[in-house]
């Protein structure tokens, strides 16, 4: 009977989070829905999109991550400035990736206010030491 | 159908209502009004897929999307 009640909940945990209706499956999903066609054809090629301020027209690039994931573009399109801002709360990087397109493309200056700046070098090095360890690990 | 979209930790959780249904308006309305209040940001997305942030609960919306204020970090 033990044995029976850990195994239900090994399956019930299985799904909630590794399921295909797990959170992070479903922010994506969630995003992906409430992306234009060019975001969403750039988000499934490279795990970011890009989006243009509504108040300066400036173009920022998001990245797949919760925090430190938005960087403010120059004219040549490299990274020039870093923006943290996030909802309050616990949410799954779609979640934060899509509230974050809303605010730029609606809210520039408001969502701006709020944000923290950082380096875009610290982006850099975040997904370079991604790059490393996916090679390390055999993944594309 | 009609549906008010709420980002959450589960990822989001979606409340569906029918737009020509009077009392499911009203409900809809009142949700609307209770999470604008607690600071939430609701947004719609037009027809051409184009995203706007709207202040006032609209019945025709086909989806609209919450999420809680905006903080830095």
């Known amino acids: 009977m033990f044995l029976v009640r850990q195994i239900r909940r090994i399956r019930f945990r299985y799904r909630k989070y590794c399921g295909p209706n797990n959170p992070e499956a479903r922010g994506q999903r969630l995003l992906r829905d409430w992306l234009s066609t060019s975001q969403r054809k750039q988000f499934d090629t490279n795990k970011y999109f890009d989006v243009i301020g509504c108040n300066t027209g400036k173009t920022y690039r998001i990245y797949y991550d919760r925090v430190m994931n938005v960087c403010e573009l120059d004219e040549a399109g490299r990274p020039k400035m870093g923006w943290c801002f996030f909802p309050k709360g616990y949410f799954v990087a779609g979640d934060v990736m899509l509230a974050q397109k809303i605010a730029l493309e609606t809210f520039e200056a408001d969502a701006l206010k709020v944000a923290e700046r950082f380096p875009p070098s610290a982006r850099t090095g975040q997904d370079q030491g991604r790059a490393t360890r996916d090679a390390r690990a055999g993944r594309p | 159908m ?47 897929g184009e995203v706007t942030k709207v202040t006032s609960f609209d019945p025709a919306a086909e989806e609209t999307l919450f999420f809680p204020r905006l903080v830095g970090g």
Not at chain 2, 6 to 33: I, N, Q, S, Y
């Open chain 2, 2 to 48: 009609s549906a008010q979209i709420l980002m959450d930790h589960t990822g989001d959780t979606r409340h569906f209502f029918d737009a020509d249904d009077a009392a499911a308006l009203t409900e809809a309305e009142e949700r609307f009004k209770r999470l604008t209040g607690r600071g939430f940001t609701a947004a719609v997305r037009t027809d051409r």
